[in-house]
Nanobody, 116 residues
Framework: QVQMVESGGGLVQPGGSLRLSCVASGSVFRVYGMGWYRQVPGKERELVAAISNIGTSTYTDSVKGRFTISGAGDNAKSTVYLQMNSLKPEDTAVYYC????????WGPGTQVTVSS
């Protein structure tokens, strides 16, 4: 079973930066591409950014120009990163990585809190 492990979250002031990392077992990136998702209590999980297995990236409107996704993978391991700049309080959420064109088992996520 594919396992996803996210890291890099934390508490940051508005305007600050964080870099999230995700490692997944297996060929997730090569087959499906990967994405970053986030969820706040009481709301549905939303796609924040995704990168296809040929390197095409897409972003939700609220993070365009501030977040950058990158990723790579082989048959044994997949990695995806999310560079988050100019963070805003509304970016506060638990961030998860997963496949892009399908959904696999979710990892524990990493908490991002943007607050002064």
């Amino acid at each position: 079973q594919v396992q996803m492990v996210e890291s890099g979250g934390g508490l940051v002031q508005p305007g600050g930066s964080l870099r999230l990392s995700c490692v997944a077992s297996g060929s997730v990136f090569r087959v499906y591409g990967m994405g970053w998702y986030r969820q706040v209590p009481g709301k549905e999980r939303e796609l924040v950014a995704a990168i296809s297995n040929i390197g095409t990236s897409t972003y939700t409107d609220s993070v365009k120009g501030r977040f950058t996704i990158s990723g790579a993978g082989d048959n044994a391991k997949s990695t995806v990163y999310l560079q988050m700049n100019s963070l805003k309080p509304e970016d506060t959420a638990v961030y998860y990585c997963n496949a892009y064109t399908t959904r696999l088992a979710w990892g524990p996520g990493t908490q991002v809190t943007v607050s002064s």
